[in-house]
């Protein structure tokens, strides 16, 4: 069973285009979270979501706008792409408990702008 | 005050040598994770380490803690071709983890 399931797994689309990314966890975790991986290997963390809540917005464009309806679903919605939003976006999830907790991530999703 | 760095961006090994990445940050970290990500792949979680000085091994691979916990390190023994990817190390700070900038580990058999 995929603890952390992310779809699509590719996902090409023109400029100016909207498009959803999937996230499902299966392992109880209150805590979720999206990452952007750019061409050089950063990861850079986007939103963190605790129990349908938005925690943090590490100063993200507004046209990304996340949705959790409930605490195993966090779902991503990207508006009037641009080709800087080529990446690859993970999802991640972590279990209770503030400060000593790993996080589980999906397989990621490649995004390509073109 | 929250970036973590690692060095170096880049190593490229002969199978069997030794490979170590380190991780330094400016600010007292309360912990540190380490993470492989292969070609391709996700990040997936190795270990924690919490306390100062912390030493913990996993086979060929040694983890270190700083006295000072400003510090970690990831140490891999007689280097093999599956141990290629990227290594993170990364730490948390309450409702997020900051992921340190990388090593890029790339091995020759």
């Known amino acids: 069973d995929t603890a952390v399931s992310q779809t699509p797994k590719y996902l090409v689309t023109q400029m100016g285009n909207d498009k959803s990314i999937k996230c499902e966890q299966n392992?109880?975790?209150?805590?979720m979270y999206w990452y952007k991986q750019d061409s050089k290997k950063f990861l850079k963390i986007m939103f963190s979501y605790n129990n349908k809540e938005l925690i943090i917005n590490e100063t993200v464009p507004n046209r990304f706008s996340p949705k959790s309806p409930d605490k195993a679903h966090l779902n991503l919605h990207i508006n009037s792409l641009e080709l800087g939003d080529s990446a690859v976006y993970f999802c991640a999830s972590s279990p209770p408990g503030r400060l000593n907790t790993e996080a589980f991530f999906g397989q990621g999703t490649r995004l390509t702008v073109v | 005050g929250q970036q973590v760095m690692q060095i170096p961006q880049y190593q490229h090994v002969q199978e069997g040598e030794d490979f170590t990445t380190y991780c330094n940050s400016s600010?007292?970290?309360?912990?540190i994770q380490w993470y492989k990500q292969r070609p391709g792949g996700h990040p997936v979680f190795l270990i924690q380490l919490v306390k100062s000085g912390e030493v913990k091994k996993q086979k060929r691979l040694t983890f270190q803690f700083g006295e000072a916990k400003k510090n970690s390190s990831l140490h891999i023994t007689a280097t093999q071709t599956t141990d290629v990817g990227t290594y993170f190390c990364?730490?948390?700070?309450?409702?997020?983890?900051?992921f340190g900038t990388g090593t890029r580990l790339q091995v020759f058999p």
């Open positions: 600010t007292t970290l309360s912990n």
């Open positions: 392992l109880g975790h209150d805590t």
């Open positions: 990364a730490r948390r700070n309450t409702d997020k983890l900051i």
